[in-house]
């Protein structure tokens, strides 16, 4: 190692990803707000926040899982037809608060199975979540809902008034701020919370420590789901409608990306909720910035699939994985 | 006998248990699993769907099947050597547009459409490969990135196009083909897709390349510690699947046309769940072409009939979403717990009654009567030797015994206390013999037989024998090569001790008391090996009577020793010599007297005698009981007698501490002594016999040399 290797360590600033990525995001900020018109302003940049207050809330719940080493592919899934069955059963008159419980307790239904079958069943959570969000919309189409937009009806008041703004900070970004302080809390303080660090980090050495391994991912899944019915209330509240389509699309990537991007590593173990807003930061302005482009969707996608792509690269350039190390079976 | 008794004899002489593990090991066995799947499928929507079993069905099914399983296979490569490839439905979606753009709209002939359809399917694929490959990105999010990428451009290249492209029609009659054309009814794309399908297979089963990405996938670290270049067989995978998925796309747009944009959607998943459910393994190194093809055509048949069934929108996700998930917990499964169901029911006992055991008190009238005979015996090569199983001398004198290193070392005459390594051999030398040109004949364990000459030159005589007929298992290769004795036309006949277990865990047979055994016959003159008898209970040693026609062997779990007529009038007959040894006979060899000294490896007990009349105990042991804690036939303590040829014994040998010779697995004459080998022991004992005849060679007896 070379001097100047090792007075930068001694330094404090450690070239990790998730300095690197707030840098960009940084400079994207600073791009943007010299070159685009209109970007830096009190209301553009309320709304970035508020756009981007969905992708983190869900963020956090995708956090906790892949912490665990897990990942949940369905979570968007979870997240559109629990509140689709929710604004459909208010549709039918049911009261808010009993088509929330129910909703609910469809998501942690959800979660609960997806954590039998990852934690119990032992099937990879690549492939437990991916067939189960195809399970979950087609069960929802099949049984729950019968359009594909169902739209919040005018009396749900409350509903809708989840979404509002106060003292002109909208509440989506409050929730998501709320979110991510219970989160770190949990994550920083609580037994579970070192538990999901201790199974990401080395599940048999978890196992052999006694820590309750299976149970306890059964409740990161559940904590995804729950957490992707909360973050589906509040687009139905923003949007006063749900699109069961969402499903289908490739939120759920962008999700990963943001978990990606702020450098909590897919290995597990590692990370935590400043790198999921780290992560938000720089899509939420990237995503605001294009917008303000006019770029359209397709380029988006282009951008935002290089933009993982590269995160990856530098991922696996900064940590790099070896023959000799690299776990069998590790996709 | 109690009618239970004889129940259980008959029981266990008519019901083949042994099969089933036999089966379970199969590799094949693999397959049966989406196999019965199919067949379900097919059972069930038969009752569901009238006329689903038609002619046109198959065919249309089959054009899709040379859509879908393209790219099926090329999932399936990637996944075998241990990475996944999400992008392919967007490939497919690229390769059909491109195919499109290219053939209608530019009007570019099929010579050069084709393969540039193809290298666009290889390009996206080399991406993946380097990304993945060389700069070892996770396979799973790569090409999750290429794919929402390659999408996009797809979506672009659509907006800005697709009236263009659809506008104009190609009047190609070879385009038409492609996507219409059939042989006999059978579709173009499907001819094509199994003649790619058995070319896929060959490659990934008989060429260096397949071997390595079946090793790359099985362990990628020691694929690369074996020198395997890991990375660019792994990039290699990508490409192929790139491009098979690109040629899917293809026939799609020949036998549609259409530039739509929901192309490939979901076909990532539908190509994985076809995979996984066939049987190739996430994680890879398992798996086979056949296996994706198998659950290509499920999945595609399940599709097709929740379309033809009219189910409500939602119901193909579902049944889709829950056969991936089904697919995937059965191969888990399957996979971690298949050895441990094999281990449970692959030892299967039977009946085997023995004899009433003859008396070994001392001082009883008994020949087996204990005494302590070996109680000076001296010992050769103490603490040099690991497993001398049995011992040899030629016409020199010299002393030739193997050894668990794998040697075969040499003692020299007169006072055996310089050795030499002869030759190695690089197995387990067991049972010895020299034939008239001085050449030393070795069964090896786990290797079969070989020849050493007197210049130590090694040559294999037989590895391989006629496979059974009707055998489960691959009996053909020898295993177990135990003992051996050359015959004096020069034929050399040997015993395989089992054919169902190997150099590791023979003991276990000792648990079945079937016959698992064989004697089998090498002949030089036509270099050919033949079994000659099987069906035997662990045969051991084996002696030439010395008329030409005959010899002698030993049953070690029958504890009997027979007499087997290989020539002459009596050919095949098999006579029992001794049927009541009070041990486990192990070699035989000449005696001066004409008799013959047969080494007993351990004591019968009563408890293992009468364990071997209740089956059904010794296989709930196997089952519950770890193989440590298992009862096993007595080997701490043996000795050795003399039989004649009309079975009388008329002497034992014992050594009664065991300090020297606890168990003796070979005895040998020479010159009026008498040499002990014992496969666990560490040295070779040799005893002065008295009485014998102190000239007497076996090399002599058989050859007539000095």
Redesign the interface.
């Known amino acids: 190692m070379s001097a100047s290797q090792t007075e930068r360590r001694q330094g404090g600033f450690k070239l990790t990803q998730e300095n690197i990525v707030f840098f960009i995001a940084l400079l994207l900020f600073i791009g943007f707000s010299v070159l685009l018109p209109g970007f830096f302003d009190t209301s553009n940049l309320l709304s970035l926040v508020q756009n981007v207050a969905i992708l983190g809330i869900l963020g956090i719940g995708m956090g906790i899982v892949v912490i665990g080493r897990g990942i949940d592919l369905a979570m968007v899934s979870t997240m559109a037809l629990s509140t689709a069955w929710t604004v459909a059963l208010i549709n039918r008159g049911f009261g808010t608060a009993e088509a929330i419980g129910l909703g609910l307790a469809f998501a942690a239904a959800v979660g609960i199975i997806m954590g039998v079958?990852v934690a119990y069943?032992?099937?990879?959570a690549?492939?437990?979540t991916?067939?189960?969000?195809?399970?979950?919309?087609?069960?929802?189409?099949?049984?729950l809902v019968d359009l594909d937009v169902i739209y919040l009806p005018d009396n749900a008041i409350w509903l809708r008034s989840i979404s509002n703004s106060f003292l002109g900070v909208p509440l989506p970004v409050i929730w998501f701020s709320v979110l991510a302080i219970v989160a770190y809390l949990f994550l920083r303080f609580t037994k579970w919370g070192r538990y999901f660090y201790a199974i990401g980090d080395n599940r048999a050495a978890a196992r052999i420590t006694g820590i309750p391994v299976r149970p306890m991912t059964v409740i990161q899944y559940l904590i995804s789901s729950m957490i992707a019915f909360g973050a589906g209330l509040i687009t139905a509240s923003l949007l006063a409608s749900v699109n069961i389509r969402v499903a289908?699309s490739?939120m759920v990537?962008d999700v990963?990306l943001v978990v990606?991007l702020g450098g909590i590593g897919?290995s597990g173990g590692k990370g935590g909720v400043r790198n999921i807003l780290v992560g938000t930061i720089l899509i939420g302005i990237l995503l605001n910035g294009m917008t303000i482009l006019d770029m359209?969707f397709?380029?988006q996608?282009?951008v935002?699939?290089?933009v993982?792509?590269i995160a990856?690269?530098v991922d696996?350039?900064a940590n790099?994985?070896?023959?000799?190390t690299?776990q069998?079976?590790?996709? | 006998m109690s009618v239970s008794e004889s129940f259980a004899k008959w029981r266990y002489r008519l019901v083949p248990d042994h099969l089933l593990g036999e089966v379970l090991s199969k590799n094949w066995i693999d397959n049966t699993i989406p196999f019965l799947f199919l067949i379900i499928v097919v059972v069930l929507f038969q009752s569901l769907i009238p006329g689903f079993l038609s002619i046109a069905g198959f065919a249309d099914l089959g054009r899709q099947l040379g859509e879908v399983a393209f790219v099926a296979i090329g999932l399936a490569i990637v996944m075998l050597a241990g990475g996944i490839d999400l992008s392919v439905g967007s490939v497919f979606a690229l390769a059909n547009f491109a195919a499109l753009a290219f053939i209608n709209y530019l009007g570019w002939p099929l010579y050069l459409a084709i393969p540039a359809v193809a290298a666009i399917g290889a390009l996206v694929g080399l991406i993946n490969g380097l990304l993945v490959g060389y700069l070892r990105l996770r396979a799973f999010l790569t090409t999750l990135a290429t794919l929402i990428i390659v999408r996009a451009v797809v979506d672009l290249l659509i907006l800005a196009y697709a009236r263009k492209v659809a506008m104009t029609m190609s009047d190609s009659d070879a385009w038409l083909f492609l996507g219409e054309g059939d042989f006999f009814g059978v579709p173009f794309n499907f001819i094509l897709l199994v003649a790619v399908a058995i070319l896929a297979h060959l490659v990934l089963s008989r060429s260096r390349y397949g071997w390595h990405i079946l090793a790359v996938g099985g362990s990628r670290r020691s694929a690369y510690n074996a020198g395997i270049a890991v990375r660019r067989t792994i990039c290699i995978t990508y490409v192929i699947s790139g491009m098979f998925a690109a040629i899917g796309g293809l026939f799609y747009a020949a036998r549609l046309g259409s530039v739509g944009p929901d192309t490939g959607i979901g076909l990532e998943v539908t190509v994985l769940t076809a995979a996984v459910l066939g049987g190739v393994s996430l994680g890879g190194g398992r798996g086979s072409i056949f296996k994706a093809l198998l659950g290509t055509a499920i999945v595609l048949l399940v599709t097709n009939s929740l379309i033809r069934l009219n189910m409500p929108s939602g119901a193909t996700p579902l049944v889709l979403g829950l056969l991936l998930l089904l697919a995937v917990a059965v191969d888990i499964r399957w996979l971690k717990n298949r050895h441990k169901l094999l281990s449970r029911v692959y030892v299967s006992p039977t009946y085997f009654e023995l004899p009433q055991r003859p008396a070994t008190e001392a001082g009883s009238a008994s020949p087996y009567a204990v005494n302590d005979a070996f109680h000076d015996v001296e010992a050769i090569g103490l603490g040099e030797l690991d497993g001398p199983e049995d011992i040899i001398f030629d016409s020199k004198d010299n002393l030739y015994t193997g050894g668990r290193q794998g040697d075969i070392v040499r003692f020299l005459a007169p006072d055996y206390r310089q050795s030499e390594i002869f030759v190695h051999l690089g197995g387990f030398p067991l049972g010895l013999a020299f034939d008239a040109e001085d050449n030393l004949h070795a069964c090896v364990a786990g290797m079969g037989v070989y020849m050493v000459t007197p210049e130590r030159e090694i040559v294999r005589l037989s590895d391989e024998t006629n496979r059974s007929f009707f055998s489960i298992i691959d009996d053909s290769r020898i295993r177990m090569a135990d003992d051996l004795d050359i015959a004096a036309d020069g034929r050399v006949f040997f015993s395989e001790a089992t054919v169902r277990y190997g150099v590791s865990d023979w003991a276990v047979d000792a648990l079945e008391g079937r016959g698992n055994g064989r004697i089998i016959a090498y002949d030089p003159h036509t270099r050919s090996t033949r079994t000659v008898l099987s069906g035997r209970i662990f045969p051991n040693g084996i002696c030439m009577v010395g008329d030409g026609e005959s010899l002698l062997f030993a049953e070690t779990w029958a504890c009997r020793i027979s007499r087997f007529w290989f020539a002459g009038p009596k050919k095949g007959r098999v006579e029992t010599v001794v049927a009541d040894l009070p041990g486990y006979p192990d070699n035989l060899n000449k005696a001066s007297d004409g008799r013959f000294w047969v080494a007993l490896a351990g004591m019968r007990s009563p408890v293992f005698d009468m364990s071997l009349t209740v089956p059904s105990f010794r296989r709930r042991m196997a089952q519950r009981v770890a193989m440590d804690e298992w009862l096993y036939p007595n080997l701490n303590t043996g000795c050795v007698v003399k039989v004649s040829l009309d079975g009388t014994v008329t002497e034992s040998l014992w050594d009664l501490g065991g300090a020297s010779h606890p168990q003796i697995t070979s005895v040998r004459e020479h010159k009026g002594y008498l040499y002990l080998g014992g496969i666990n022991n560490n040295r070779i004992g040799r005893h002065r016999l008295a009485d014998a005849d102190p000239s007497w060679t076996s090399q002599h007896a058989y050859w007539g040399k000095s």
């Open positions: 079958l069943v032992e099937i990879p690549i492939f437990a991916l067939a189960m969000s195809t399970v979950i919309y087609g069960f929802g189409r099949l049984a289908q490739t990537y990963i990606v897919l359209p397709t380029m996608n282009i935002k699939g290089t993982l792509l990856i690269i696996s350039l790099p994985r070896d023959e000799q690299a069998q079976g590790d996709i």
